[in-house]
């Protein structure tokens, strides 16, 4: 006996919608140039932080006993949601943050290159990761990247960033004159 199977609504709108995923996938994924762009995760460890202390720099090394609990910090946040804004940081605001004694900034410097995986393609092949923390553009909770020395286009904002700040603080690694 030959049962054939007559077309259904319900397995038309199975076939529909998983071809629509398929499409938003692959779409977003080109558009970020990056297949993991869907994985909010950041596990990545610097090769070196450096705190732009209200006009002094510490340094904070793999070997440094802070390192672990600061680099736990940051990764938490950059992992926590995150949205692409067009506020980039310039070259001048970029200098100033070095020396400011008005601010404090950290810089996560990547060997090799790291990615943040977000819908946004901007922030791949990064070899620092700039996060003001007091002072200009801190109360926008802002990320910049940077790649050869060079600013990166936009930024990534994040609602938690002021926790960095507070770890910061209360292990005495910096604390605001």
Request: glycine share 6%; with cysteine.
């Amino acid at each position: 006996m030959d049962k054939s199977r007559s077309p259904s609504l319900f397995g038309l709108l199975i076939t529909v919608l998983f071809l629509s995923i398929g499409l938003v996938y692959l779409f977003v994924s080109l558009n970020t140039q990056d297949p993991l762009w869907f994985i909010s995760t950041f596990a990545e460890r610097p090769s070196q932080i450096v705190i732009n202390c209200y006009g002094s720099q510490i340094f904070i090394r793999p070997e440094d006993s802070r390192y672990d609990g600061l680099v736990n910090q940051v990764n938490e946040v950059i992992s926590g949601s995150k949205y692409w804004d067009s506020l980039t940081l310039s070259d001048d605001t970029y200098l100033i943050y070095q020396d400011s004694p008005e601010m404090m900034v950290m810089e996560l410097f990547y060997t090799p290159r790291v990615r943040i995986h977000s819908f946004y393609k901007y922030f791949s092949n990064l070899d620092s990761i700039i996060i003001p923390l007091d002072g200009r553009h801190a109360s926008t909770y802002a990320i910049f990247g940077r790649v050869n020395e060079t600013n990166t286009a936009g930024s990534l904002h994040f609602d938690n960033t002021p926790e960095i700040r507070q770890w910061v603080e209360s292990q005495g690694i910096c604390v605001k004159p």
